[in-house]
């Protein structure tokens, strides 16, 4: 294989940018904090603690309040690298070799950001277990596959369905570390890699457009991440927000099923199971 080759395939480049996004400053989130600062408001420090201990679905969180904090997030994480993605325009074409990989870089680096926050919202464990540089293959395959669910790809959604549904099924606090990486969902985490590779270079090309003339390019690059962005987001936390991972019913302890009867248990109780088997497996359509 002759030097560089590897680059040329769109799973290695679309993976390659997804670590270096992950390992930007400010990028990772922790889950406890964010969890704490965002439900601080409308939780007593009982339910906050369940949230972080467990997750806010077995603490009985209400849908409504998650709902709300999700499109915070979202509203926030969006103005934010809409105005970098402005602030990345103003120079013009003859700054385009610097600004558009740095302005894709904190692009995918935002988009990580939200995709941490919705997941902590709707109860999925810390996707970074410690504090290093590296970035595991099962993060990596579950942030491919949220990934896909923004970018529209169907077989994202089915996969992220089928590792939500594992979790739920187990108890678990850890990503399910080999179906990512070398079961059953694995091809399609690969499958999806490419696919976003391709969508890569589109984007990295539109922006490249918007940004050659300067100051006309601030406000055209920013508002095209703008009206990327925030849909994407939406997707994925529609997803995830339906998932049954987002509202169980009830936890297994050793192997005994222990109903939940937290404050918000019997509000939920009846829509939990109305909604229930809608909810297995839906997906949302792009």
């Given amino acids: 294989m002759k030097p560089g080759k590897v680059n040329e395939n769109p799973e290695s480049r679309f993976s390659a940018v997804l670590v270096s996004a992950a390992k930007?400053?400010?990028v990772r989130i922790n889950r406890e904090a964010y969890l704490r600062s965002a439900l601080a408001r409308h939780c007593s420090e009982d339910d906050i603690r369940r949230a972080v201990e467990e997750s806010p679905a077995v603490a009985g969180i209400p849908v409504e309040i998650l709902d709300k904090?999700?499109?915070?997030?979202?509203?926030?994480?969006?103005?934010?690298?809409?105005?970098?993605?402005?602030?990345?325009?103003?120079?013009?074409v003859l700054?385009?070799?610097?600004?558009?990989?740095?302005?894709?870089?904190?692009?995918f680096g935002h988009m990580v950001r939200i995709a941490q926050k919705l997941a902590y919202l709707y109860s999925w464990p810390d996707l970074f277990s410690d504090d290093g540089d590296d970035v595991d293959d099962a993060t990596m395959g579950v942030l491919t596959l949220f990934f896909g669910v923004m970018f529209g790809a169907q077989s994202a959604n089915a996969a992220v369905g089928k590792v939500a549904g594992m979790m739920s099924e187990?108890?678990?606090?850890?990503?399910?570390?080999?179906?990512?990486?070398?079961?059953?969902?694995?091809?399609?985490?690969?499958?999806?890699?490419?696919?976003?590779?391709?969508?890569?270079?589109?984007?990295?090309?539109?922006?490249?457009v918007s940004k050659a003339i300067p100051v006309v390019g601030a406000v055209v690059s920013g508002t095209l991440t703008f009206a990327t962005y925030r849909p994407m987001a939406r997707r994925l936390k529609k997803h995830l927000a339906g998932l049954e991972l987002a509202t169980p019913s009830s936890q297994v302890v050793d192997g005994e099923v222990v109903e939940d009867h937290g404050p918000f248990a019997a509000a939920q109780a009846e829509q939990r199971g109305a909604d229930s088997a809608a909810v297995k497996l839906e997906e949302p359509q792009p």
């Fill in 69 to 92: 904090l999700a499109n915070d997030s979202i509203r926030l994480e969006t103005g934010k690298v809409s105005a970098l993605s402005a602030a990345a325009g103003i120079p013009g």
């Fill in 24 to 26: 930007l400053p400010g």
């Fill in 95 to 107: 700054a385009l070799p610097a600004t558009v990989p740095a302005d894709l870089a904190q692009y």
């Fill in 170 to 208: 187990q108890v678990a606090k850890k990503l399910p570390q080999k179906a990512l990486t070398q079961g059953l969902i694995y091809p399609i985490v690969k499958k999806v890699a490419g696919y976003l590779g391709v969508e890569m270079t589109k984007q990295t090309f539109a922006k490249s």
